[in-house]
Every structure is written in structure tokens, then in C-alpha cells.
Nanobody, 126 residues
């Protein structure tokens, strides 16, 4: 089980840092990703990180603005979001996957409807 937090209402150009905490487990040996779903749109992969933290994948729409990272404990992953745009408005989720491919996690995990947490809402608006 994971718990997402850190979402808020922010103005365009602002920043937010989201947290994903594994409850009762750790992210050791798993790839971890952040995903989002905007109203009326399909869930999409935003950023994924491999189990060692050495490899990442980002959606083109967030490259250079978002950074995924692991926390100092082995059960927390962050998503630092800078230069936020109105189109970043969505509910953000995190999920872990087997250590096969970060790109595969980001591209295929959204296709599975089960196993998502509550997410955390990010609203970018002036």
C-alpha cells in the first residue's frame, strides 16, 4: 500500500513536492513511478525511477521540470515539480513495479486499473 501526499493549489510557474510513502513495506528492489490522471483523460506515466536510483524515465511533457527521487529512507519517493503549468492539473498517483524497465513501468502500469491509492490532487491555476 502506498500513500501519496503533497498536492495543493498552486499558481502557474510555481513548485510542489509530492511524497509517496510505502506503508508496511519498502521500495527496495522495486522500480517506482509517478502517474497522473486529469479530468476526462486517461492515466499516464509521468516519471519512473529504477530500484537503485540510477535510471529514470520522464514523459516529454515534464522533462526538465519534474524530478523523481528516493528519500533517505527506503519507503519514500518524491516528485519535485517546478515551473508548473495549467496542464499539469491532475490527480497524482504513485506505484511500484518489478525491476525490469522504468520505461515499461511508466508506459504500461497506467493500463492496469487495479492497485491504485487515493492519489494527491494538484491544481495549477491563477
Amino acid at each position: 500500500q502506498v500513500v501519496e501526499s503533497g498536492g495543493d493549489l498552486v499558481q502557474p510557474g510555481g513548485s510542489l513536492k509530492l511524497s509517496c510513502t510505502a506503508v508496511g513495506s519498502t521500495f527496495d528492489y522495486y522500480h517506482v513511478g509517478w502517474f497522473r490522471q486529469a479530468p476526462g483523460k486517461k492515466r499516464e506515466g509521468v516519471a519512473c525511477l529504477n530500484h537503485s536510483g540510477a535510471s529514470t524515465w520522464y514523459a516529454d511533457s515534464v522533462k526538465g521540470r519534474f524530478t523523481i527521487s528516493r528519500g533517505n529512507t527506503n519507503n519514500v519517493v518524491y516528485l519535485q515539480m517546478n515551473s508548473l503549468k495549467i496542464e499539469d492539473t491532475a490527480n497524482y498517483y504513485c506505484a511500484a513495479g518489478p525491476p525490469i524497465s522504468v520505461q515499461a513501468l511508466c508506459l504500461t502500469r497506467p493500463l492496469v486499473d487495479d492497485g491504485w491509492g487515493q492519489g494527491t490532487q494538484v491544481i495549477v491555476s491563477s
